[in-house]
């Protein structure tokens, strides 16, 4: 969980005149001090994480947002940027008494170009909400996440989320195409472009786009919004290895590329707690008890209901070619909408039955795509281990009762190890699991943080995956927009003072 948070910087303290100067600027109603304001927004959803904050702001205008970032960069007051609070790493929320910038506000759909295929929406939009805004126009956001219904478009682009059609879309590095950022000190960056070709010197809006509210805040957004497909079908595969899972990706590059939208899997850990847990989950392949399951969806773009009936049988067809050749043991095709959707959430809602497991330590790291679940059974050797052999009072817990589950984007190469204690969180627990799991990951030359972000979990392991001179060169980024360092500090960066030399 990254260890004991950061030190308090040096920072000032809110104080009376400070609440005075920001209700001038909004007004007493979004001005929140208020117990039920502060609690909501001072702890994540996993409970994880939990600052102090003495005020959570609502500005509903960029100008009120680079007026209040003005203020604070005056006084020296650290502020932390939040937008929907679903974030899996701690950054949207604050480490010490940082002031809370909710962005819910800011919540309007600017603009809708079906012929350029763009949309443009302000930063506190959330992700359903432009779906369905897009779906009446045959469009579709070219992203999509298990917390759509609560994250925000400027949370996505801050921290670079990936989602589940990656595969399709690619990464909000190529869906974005303009920004408006205000910088700490109140500075409005209008990097708001709905073109696709723009070489007019460095490309800046790059620069926010994954750095979690620490160089800007993100105010709106324009990107690429693609046809909504006319027609998708979901199956699932059951397989008995990882390998034969990893063949079948192979083979779904091939037989389904042009219409392939996503290729997950996840592993009958993941699965059985899915079906222990979630009313109305049912297994998709009962007589068959397999290690492993991939997940595909592919979209047709087509008019016509006997377009989308051919689609449906083509996947159907390399599902069958897969058993044929014994790369899958069995496999279903959605009938239809309902039957896809109830396929479809057996993975995307593995995050959501992870609720009820107690406490879980989450890992979101990028691989060689072959070697993903190497981890996973590597961390269970190691728990293994510990249940069996004698620890000692400063270590001991119930090792037995630990849970490892294995899932993720088998198209991109992004695990998610979920390790489970029903007892809560341990020392002796985390010690196994750190600093092994990015130790392990920097041997592979992967990456420790795939989609979540760095946040306030990951800041010490940073060197992990990025050498002494890339982090000394994002300081330096760092201090051209935000000199002072009031924007969200403690999160992305390690201390100066404890950064450790590069594992690479």
Not at 135 to 143: D, E, K, Q, S, Y
Request: net charge positive; proline share 4%; charged share 25%.
């Amino acid at each position: 969980m990254g260890g004991d948070p950061a030190p308090r910087g040096d920072f000032a303290v809110l104080t009376d005149a400070d609440l005075a100067a920001f209700r001038e600027i909004l007004g007493d109603d979004n001005v929140r001090t208020d117990a039920r304001s502060l609690d909501a927004c001072n702890e994540d959803w996993m409970r994880k994480y939990r600052g102090n904050a003495g005020v959570l702001l609502l500005p509903a205008r960029t100008s009120q947002v680079s007026a209040i970032l003005r203020h604070c960069n005056a006084r020296g007051l650290a502020v932390v940027p939040q937008g929907g609070n679903t974030g899996l790493v701690g950054g949207g929320v604050p480490v010490h008494d940082e002031i809370v910038l909710g962005m819910r506000r800011m919540n309007a759909v600017l603009s809708v170009d079906p012929v350029a295929g763009t949309v443009v929406c302000e930063a506190g939009c959330v992700l359903e909400d432009l779906e369905h805004a897009l779906n009446a126009r045959g469009m579709t956001a070219p992203l999509d996440l298990g917390a759509k219904g609560r994250c925000q478009i400027g949370g996505n682009v801050s921290t670079n989320a990936g989602g589940l059609r990656l595969v399709r879309h690619g990464s909000l590095h190529g869906s974005v195409l303009g920004l408006e950022v205000v910088t700490a000190d109140g500075t409005v960056l209008d990097l708001l472009r709905t073109l696709r070709k723009d070489n007019t010197g460095y490309d800046l809006k790059q620069l926010f786009i994954g750095a979690e509210g620490t160089l800007g805040v993100v105010t709106k957004v324009a990107m690429l919004s693609p046809r909504k497909p006319t027609g998708v079908d979901v199956a699932i595969c059951a397989v008995g290895s990882f390998a034969d899972a990893v063949a079948a990706l192979r083979d779904a590059r091939t037989k389904l590329g042009d219409c392939l939208q996503a290729f997950e899997f996840f592993d009958r850990a993941s699965l059985e707690l899915v079906l222990s847990t979630l009313r109305g989950a049912r297994d998709p392949l009962p007589k068959t008890k397999a290690p492993f399951y991939v997940v595909t969806e592919t979209a047709v773009l087509g008019k016509g209901w006997a377009t989308h009936r051919v689609a449906r049988r083509r996947v159907r067809a390399w599902v069958g070619s897969l058993r044929k050749r014994g790369v899958a043991i069995d496999g279903v095709v959605g009938e239809d909408a309902k039957h896809a959707s109830a396929l479809w959430n057996l993975r995307e809602r593995i995050s959501v039955a992870l609720k009820h497991a107690g406490a879980v330590y989450k890992y979101d790291v990028s691989l060689p795509t072959e070697r993903m679940y190497d981890l996973v059974v590597e961390t269970r050797n190691r728990l293994a281990a510990a249940a069996s052999a004698s620890t000692s009072a400063s270590t001991s817990f119930d090792a037995s009762k630990v849970s490892v589950l294995g899932y993720g984007h088998l198209g991109d190469g992004n695990l998610h190890l979920n390790v489970s204690s029903p007892d809560g969180y341990h020392p002796g627990l985390e010690a196994i699991l750190e600093p092994f799991v990015y130790q392990w990951t920097a041997e592979q030359r992967g990456s420790i943080s795939a989609e979540h972000g760095v946040g306030a979990m990951k800041p010490r392991e940073l060197a992990h995956s990025k050498d002494e001179a890339s982090i000394e060169a994002m300081r330096r980024v760092k201090e051209v927009f935000d000199p002072r360092g009031i924007l969200n500090p403690y999160k992305v960066l390690p201390p100066p003072s404890t950064q450790h030399r590069s594992k690479l």
